[in-house]
């Protein structure tokens, strides 16, 4: 089964405001847990997103479409990064995500999500 693994951003993340001591650990130990996930076989791909201050949004209404500039509202409702999976079924996906390091020097979630199959 593939799933998206979506790490929320946080108010720190959307900020850009990390200790660089912090992000290098982190880092480091993200860097390990990814290579525990492509040893294993399920890692498709794996990237962090900018801050949504960077991006824009398109809404559409019928034929028409609006384009809004970030930064966008509720950081908890963004994305900071993603993963792509293939696992055996949900249990393993959650088992997973269960080792993965912290990705934020607060408390934070990481959301799973199958993809249609």
């Known amino acids: 089964m593939r799933v998206m ?14 200790d660089p001591a912090w992000t290098t650990e982190m880092m480091a130990a993200m860097g390990r ?11 498709i791909m794996a990237d962090g997103l900018a801050p949504s201050s960077a991006g824009k949004r ?8 609006a384009v809004s500039d970030g930064p966008f509202p509720n950081p908890h409702e ?13 249990d393993d996906a959650v088992a ?18 199958p993809f249609h199959t």
Do not use: H, Q
């Open 96 to 113: 997973w995500v269960k080792r993965c390091p912290n990705p934020m020097p607060v408390p934070s979630i990481i959301e799973i999500r």
């Open 58 to 65: 398109v809404a559409f209404d019928g034929t028409g479409r």
């Open 33 to 43: 847990f990814n290579d525990d996930l492509a040893a294993a076989g399920v890692l």
């Open 5 to 18: 693994v979506l790490v929320k951003a946080t108010e720190a993340s959307e900020a850009g405001s990390f």
């Open 78 to 90: 963004l994305v900071a990064g993603f993963w792509i999976w293939e696992v055996k079924d949900m």
